[in-house]
C-alpha cells in the first residue's frame, strides 16, 4: 500500500511530505494508522543527522488505531486504540522481568535490534527506516506489537499521542529517576514539554517547592499553570532562592536537566545548584549524542553524597505507566490538553518544528488528515 509520510532524505535538510511504499505486516507486526504525532526534539537531533540512519521516516511520538495484526500478535486487534513507545517492552529479557522494561533488549531505538529486512517502509524500491522502528511521521505504519501499548478509547488519541513520550520521559524523571518525595526542593531546567512534565510529576509526588528556569517567559508562564511554584530566567537568581528555601540543603534535592541541547555549560549550571544528598537527573539529551557533556568534582560529590544519574524515558515501564498516566488525567490530576500548544497538517511539518525551535510550542501535534481521534464509544469521527 501507498502512505503519505515526512521523510528525512538527507542529513541536515527540511522534512520532505510525500508517498512513499508500505508493506504488509509479518508474524509479529501490526498495521496501524496513526492519527496524531508529537514533534520533540529528539526528531530535530535525527533531521540533523546526530541520531539514527539517513534516509528515515520520521515521528517516535504517536497514537493511533490498529488496522491490522499479523500472525502471532496476541492482546491487540483491529479497531483497538493504541500508543506508540520507542524503547518497546518485549517482557521476556532480564531487564523486563526485573521491572525496567524501558531498557529493553528489543528496543527498536537500538539499531542492532533492527535490520534492514525489517523495514516496511520504501522509496523507488530502497528500504527505508522508521525512526525508532516507528514512523510516526506517516499515516500508515507497520511496526512490532511490542512497541504498541492500548488504550482507552475514551481518552482522546491526540492526548494519548504526547503522552507516549515527552509526558512519560518528564513524569518518569521526577517520580521514578529522581525519586521526589514529600517536602521536596525539585529545580527543573528547561521548561519545553519534557520540563514542564517533570514539573507535573514533582508536584503529583508532593515537592514543596518546584522551581524552573528557562530563558523564554512564555514557557516559564505556561510552568505556572503546570505547577511550577517558582520561575527565574536567571541561572543565579534560581540558586540563590533554593539556598534561601532550603538552607539545610543549600541547595535543591532534586535536580532535573530537561533541556533540548544539554551542553557541559548546562550540566555545570545544573550540578552547582544541587543540594547536599541530592540527586541530579539528565532527561536531555546533547545535539551530539556523543558529545562528552558532564565535567563535575567528583570529590564533592563524595562529601555531599550527590547522586548524577540518566534517565531513558523517565526511568518509565510504559505498559504500566502510560495508562496510569491517561487515568490521572482523566481524573483531572495532570494536564494533558494544555501541553498541545498547537496542531499542524503533516504538509505544515516544517513550520511546527521551527515553532519548537524558536519557544513557541511546548508541544506541537501533527494531526493526521483524514485520520480519526476517536470517540468515547469507539466510533471515528
Known amino acids: ?15 520532505t511530505v510525500r508517498e512513499i511504499e508500505l508493506a504488509p505486516p509479518q508474524a509479529g507486526e501490526v498495521l ?26 520520521g515521528g517516535h511520538e504517536g497514537a493511533g488505531i490498529v488496522r491490522e495484526v499479523g500472525a502471532g500478535v496476541t492482546g491487540l486487534e483491529p479497531g483497538d486504540h493504541v500508543a506508540a513507545v520507542f524503547v518497546s517492552t518485549c517482557g521476556a529479557c532480564d531487564w523486563c522481568v526485573t521491572g525496567r522494561s524501558n531498557l529493553c533488549e528489543q528496543a ?45 478509547k475514551d481518552v482522546p488519541l491526540s ?15 521526577a517520580v521514578h529517576a529522581g525519586k521526589v518525595g514529600v517536602g521536596d526542593v525539585v529545580l527543573v531546567l528547561g521548561a519545553g514539554g519534557v520540563g514542564v512534565n517533570a514539573v507535573q510529576g514533582a508536584r503529583i509526588a508532593g515537592a514543596r517547592d518546584v522551581v524552573v528556569v528557562d530563558s523564554n517567559p512564555a514557557k516559564l508562564e505556561a510552568a505556572r499553570v503546570f505547577g511550577a511554584t517558582s520561575t527565574f530566567e536567571s541561572m543565579a537568581d534560581a540558586v540563590a532562592h533554593l539556598a534561601e528555601v532550603h538552607p539545610v540543603a543549600k541547595g535543591a534535592d532534586v535536580v532535573i536537566v530537561a533541556t533540548g541541547n544539554t551542553t557541559e555549560g548546562v550540566v555545570t549550571a545544573a550540578y552547582s545548584a544541587l543540594g547536599k544528598g541530592g540527586t541530579l537527573v539528565l532527561a536531555g539529551m546533547s545535539q551530539d ?35 496510569l498516566i491517561l487515568d490521572l488525567y482523566a481524573r483531572g490530576l495532570l494536564k494533558l490538553d494544555e501541553l498541545v500548544s498547537q496542531q499542524y497538517a503533516l504538509a505544515d511539518i516544517n513550520r511546527g518544528f521551527e515553532d519548537l525551535r524558536t519557544g513557541k510550542n511546548l508541544r ?13 464509544d469507539g466510533s471515528e469521527a
Open 108 to 152: 527498536a531505538n537500538n539499531p542492532d535490534n533492527v535490520a534492514e529486512s525489517d523495514h516496511r517502509f520504501s522509496i523507488d524500491g530502497e528500504a527505508v527506516p522508521a525512526n525508532c522502528g516507528l514512523g510516526t511521521f506517516a499515516r500508515f505504519s507497520v511496526v512490532r506489537a511490542h512497541t504498541l501499548v492500548k488504550v482507552s
Open 1 to 15: 500500500m501507498k502512505t503519505e509520510a515526512a521523510v528525512v532524505l538527507e542529513a541536515g535538510q527540511d522534512w
Open 159 to 173: 492526548a494519548v499521542a504526547v503522552a507516549s513520550c515527552g509526558v512519560l520521559t518528564g513524569f518518569g524523571a
Open 32 to 57: 496501524v494508522e496513526f492519527t496524531h504525532a508529537g514533534l520533540c526534539f529528539s526528531d530535530e537531533h535525527t533531521r540533523e543527522g546526530g541520531l539514527g540512519a539517513i534516509p528515515v521516516v
Open 364 to 376: 506541537g501535534v501533527v494531526a493526521h488528515e483524514g485520520a480519526a481521534d476517536g470517540r468515547a
Open 289 to 323: 549524542v556523543m558529545a562528552k557533556n558532564i565535567h563535575l568534582p567528583g570529590t564533592q560529590l563524595i562529601f555531599n553524597d550527590q547522586t548524577i544519574r540518566g534517565t531513558i524515558f523517565g526511568s518509565s515501564n510504559p505498559r504500566h505507566d502510560i495508562p
